[in-house]
């Protein structure tokens, strides 16, 4: 417990970005064959640091097939609830869920990042006792708590009842039970993310277990089983308050990023792919007279390439569809960056009037077809993956990897892990930055990023910016 | 003024002071106020949470110095009432200095109803408790001869006294936290929340302990 608030939680998004840079970036590593360890790498961001863009630090772990994915902060802006009226943590503790083997590791990150460690693990048996959900992966720190969504149920399979989202206390990391009371028709989990002062929750849905542990299952995807349904939350009431359908064919509907400033109550959310014409596409959710409503307001074409330059999987189709797997919005709720990481391309809509997104900028690197190496000449395999954005906006990182099933069946030649960096012009526009390229050790890939002090897709805030 | 009337003025004081005290507290909600008047950028709905934030904090009040309003018609047992409200209040003090743990469950009450979370807060944290002592103090200088008195008039009188304490008490509160968050919402703007953010928690429970064993003391003396 501390006497004063950790001074990187702001009270509003415009605090946060005004707040000191990021020095450090974290970022998982996994062993996509399961013969090492997953680890977690301490990266150096700091600009004229002599070990710039370099791992400095990495916490590898006791056990093999963990296979990370997300991870998040025990705690974060969302602290300053004035409903907690407790803002006495601090932002120190990473949890990192192993979503293969369901064991979830807290990695203390003070006194400095270089000497991360792992504080506990929590067994998989804990979490399937006390909760009935198998296979953590997204976190968010709320006012009350850690939040983890599931994507499995219980049983060895993960579908024995429906995944949903777990609660565990964010100083002694006690698995504390299920969140849901009323989970209405949600059967599938991926995603989830909320606006705290206008008390409500979005979820999203992917896939069961049987659905993506062995790879793709291309018959479910083409007879549109995959997940394609939004769900709207009372969130301290922890019901579904309204469940929308996109339509079948809009499948795996994935990350959902609610607008920063709580006075905006509206939210985007990335759909891989359209079974009917390969296109992925951006869909815009937003509250009116205590109704959610959704629209599709951005689609982004698949591209025509040569069978030969196709894995065995798209070759009937002739085409790579873009497989809009991560979104990510600005801090200023301004840009929203959206990974195509089938044809290789990060794209930067301005979402300024949030259901008319405008393409503003683009930065092509790796894909199926194009294999766009970056401006170092360094190849980049993979595609535009996990995405992060510092909070004041001006730099984007990302890593390559998928999902290492799902890897191999788009990637056939192996994702060599990666992370790159682009920054943003202020009013738009991408440009890879030359210098920052993170090679990963041998036979690791690479997940997701967090930046030290906070980014933008972990801190939810209980006050306006204006 | 006579002994009496400097008790009693000092234990008004006292009232005025706790009632200050949790108002800047932010644990005890000024800041909300300071987050519903930005939601809706208007002053009016800064103040319209006020209303419900004061009215938590009354009823939390009335809720623990009431049963106490009865009790003091006992007469024979008013030593071992306020010796054991004291020791009460003493034991809730080292309980929070034992357990550190907040209850973090408070937040998972809806930021709709802000009176309920109101109340409960105040219970939670022994903010109500910390009148107990307070209280007992003035009914008995307001009425050193008791003794004499009709049952019903003491009840009366005491009802009113606790209807008053817990008025004047969650007056002051809201005025100092109403104060707080207006000057924030127009003035010192949102860094002031995390800026202003103390950890009080071992200063409360000292000082929970020090009104009971001050009372306590008194309670023994006479």
Aim: hydrophobic share 40%; glycine share 10%; with cysteine.
């Amino acid at each position: 417990m501390t006497m004063r608030p950790d001074p990187t939680f702001h009270a509003s998004p415009k605090l946060a970005m005004e707040a000191p840079a990021e020095n450090f970036a974290y970022t998982v590593l996994l062993s996509p064959d399961f013969s090492k360890p997953d680890a977690l790498a301490v990266i150096d961001v700091k600009p004229g640091s002599p070990t710039y863009s370099k791992i400095v630090h990495t916490v590898t772990m006791p056990n093999k097939g963990d296979e990370f994915h997300h991870f998040g902060w025990n705690a974060c802006s969302s602290a300053l609830s004035p409903l907690a009226g407790h803002a006495f943590i601090e932002r120190r503790y990473l949890i990192v869920p192993g979503m293969r083997s369901s064991r979830i590791y807290i990695i203390d990150t003070k006194p400095d990042p270089t000497q991360a460690k792992i504080h506990k693990i929590i067994e998989p048996e804990e979490v399937f006792r006390k909760t009935g959900y198998s296979r953590p992966h997204t976190i968010h720190c709320g006012p009350d708590g850690i939040y983890v969504s599931t994507l499995g149920g219980g049983g060895k399979n993960g579908t024995d009842g429906p995944p949903g989202v777990f609660i565990m206390d964010c100083e002694t990391f006690e698995v504390l039970g299920r969140w849901e009371i009323d989970r209405g028709p949600q059967t599938k989990h991926y995603d989830f993310w909320w606006n705290l002062p206008r008390d409500y929750m979005v979820s999203s849905e992917w896939a069961l277990p049987p659905q993506f542990e062995n790879g793709i299952v291309p018959e479910d995807l083409l007879s549109n089983k995959y997940g394609h349904r939004i769900h709207f939350w009372d969130l301290r009431a922890r019901r579904n308050v309204q469940t929308i359908d996109l339509g079948a064919n809009h499948q795996m509907a994935l990350e959902v990023r609610p607008a920063h400033d709580p006075v905006r109550e509206y939210g985007f959310v990335g759909v891989v792919v359209d079974t009917t014409n390969l296109e992925g596409s951006i869909w815009t959710w937003w509250r009116e007279g205590g109704e959610f409503h959704i629209e599709k307001t951005a689609t982004i074409p698949p591209e025509p390439a040569p069978k030969d330059q196709l894995p065995p999987l798209l070759q009937g189709f002739g085409a790579v569809p873009p497989l809009v797997t991560d979104i990510d919005l600005s801090m200023d709720d301004r840009f929203l960056y959206v990974s195509c990481w089938a044809t290789g391309e990060m794209r930067q809509y301005d979402v300024s009037d949030p259901r008319k997104p405008k393409l503003a900028g683009s930065v092509r690197i790796g894909g199926i077809a194009s294999r766009t190496p970056h401006p170092n000449g360094q190849a980049f395999a993979g595609g535009p993956q996990m995405v992060e954005i510092s909070r004041d906006g001006k730099r984007v990182y990302w890593t390559n990897s998928l999902y290492s099933t799902w890897d191999d069946q788009f990637y056939p030649h192996g994702i060599p892990g990666a992370e790159v960096m682009a920054n943003a012009g202020p009013g738009g526009g991408l440009e890879l930055a030359k210098d920052y390229w993170v090679g990963l050790p041998d036979g690791y890939r690479a997940h997701q990023i967090r930046l030290d002090g906070g980014d933008c897709s972990t801190d939810s805030f209980c006050y306006p910016s204006a | 003024m006579s002994a009496a009337d400097w008790t009693a003025s000092w234990l008004w004081l006292a009232v005025i002071a706790s009632g200050l005290y949790h108002g800047i507290n932010p644990g005890m909600g000024w800041p909300l106020a300071v987050s519903a008047g930005l939601m809706q950028r208007s002053t009016r709905a800064l103040l319209a949470a006020l209303g419900p934030l004061a009215i938590g904090h009354l009823l939390a009040m009335l809720l623990v110095i009431l049963p106490f309003a009865l009790l003091i018609t006992l007469v024979e047992w008013q030593r071992s009432i306020r010796i054991g409200a004291s020791l009460l209040v003493i034991a809730f003090g080292i309980y929070r200095l034992i357990d550190r743990r907040h209850p973090r469950a408070l937040a998972r009450i809806p930021p709709t109803q802000l009176a309920l979370w109101s109340f409960a807060v105040a219970i939670a944290h022994g903010a109500a408790l910390m009148l107990v002592p307070i209280y007992l103090g003035l009914c008995r200088a307001a009425g050193p001869d008791q003794g004499h008195t009709a049952a019903t008039t003491l009840i009366d009188t005491s009802l009113t006294m606790a209807v008053l304490v817990a008025i004047v008490h969650a007056g002051a509160m809201i005025a100092a936290g109403g104060c707080l968050a207006w000057l924030v919402y127009r003035y010192l703007g949102l860094e002031f929340v995390a800026r202003s953010w103390f950890n009080l928690d071992t200063v409360w429970a000292v000082s929970l302990v020090l009104v009971g064993a001050v009372a306590l003391a008194l309670g023994v003396a006479t």
